[in-house]
C-alpha cells in the first residue's frame, strides 16, 4: 500500500489487513517517507509494486499530472486500486505549496483516460452551491447540517472522487472503450 506524505488513511481504512505501508513525499525531512520525490518523475518507484494507491489531495500541487499519472500506472500493480481525491472549487494558500490545478470531473477523467480504460475509472464530483461557499468562506463542515452536505450537485464540486483499477494483463489487451469525448474540438486543441 502507497500513501502520500503520512499514512492515516492506511490506518483508518486498511487496519490490520495491512502488511506492508510505504509512504511518498517529496520533502526529505518527513520522517514517515519509505520513498522521497516527485510523483511526476519518481523512477525510483517499483513498477508494478502497490495493490493500493491513497491519494487525497495531491494531484493539484503536482505540475506534471500526464507524467505522475504515468507513474501511478507504472507503480500499481495489475488488479490494484487507486483511490484519489482532487479538488474542485477549494481556497488557495499559495504560502503552504505551490498550488497548480483544481479539476473537474471530465478533466479527471480525460486524464486517468489517457492511460486506464474509460471502464476501470469511476468518477464521482462532491459538493453543492453551499458546500462551495462555506468552504471558500472558511466555515467548518460542523456548522452545517449532514443534508446539506450530503447534496450533491455536479455544477458545484468541491472535491472529485476518483477509484481506478489496473487492468489485468488479460483484460489489458482487450480494445479500450473510447472515453466520452465532444464529436468535434476547436482548431486551437487538435493534434
Known amino acids: ?49 502497490f495493490d493500493c494507491i491513497i491519494m487525497t489531495q495531491v ?16 507503480i500499481l500493480k495489475p488488479g490494484g486500486v487507486l483511490l484519489a481525491t482532487t479538488p474542485g472549487i477549494i481556497p488557495i494558500h499559495p504560502e ?3 498550488f497548480y490545478w483544481s479539476m473537474t470531473a471530465t478533466a479527471v477523467m480525460r486524464l486517468f483516460n489517457e492511460r486506464f480504460p474509460a ?10 452551491v ?10 467548518a463542515s460542523e456548522e ?19 477509484r481506478v483499477i489496473k487492468p489485468t494483463e488479460q483484460s489489458s489487451r482487450e480494445a479500450w472503450p473510447e472515453p466520452d469525448l465532444p464529436a468535434t474540438r476547436p482548431a486551437a486543441v487538435q493534434g
Open 1 to 49: 500500500m502507497l500513501e502520500f506524505h503520512g499514512y492515516s488513511y492506511t490506518r483508518l481504512l486498511g487496519g490490520s489487513r495491512v502488511t506492508k505501508s510505504d509512504v511518498l513525499n517529496v520533502e526529505e525531512s518527513n520522517p514517515k517517507s519509505t520513498f522521497v520525490g516527485d510523483l511526476a518523475t519518481a523512477h525510483h518507484l517499483p513498477t508494478d509494486a
Open 96 to 98: 503552504e505549496w505551490p
Open 144 to 162: 452545517l447540517e449532514r443534508a446539506e452536505l450530503d447534496h450533491g450537485d455536479p455544477s458545484y464540486p468541491v472535491v472529485i472522487a476518483v
Open 59 to 74: 494531484l493539484q500541487f503536482v505540475y506534471d499530472l500526464r507524467g505522475a499519472v504515468f507513474t501511478l500506472h507504472r
Open 130 to 139: 453551499l458546500a462551495a461557499i462555506s468552504l471558500l468562506q472558511g466555515l
Open 119 to 128: 471502464s476501470a475509472i469511476k468518477i464521482e464530483p462532491h459538493g453543492n
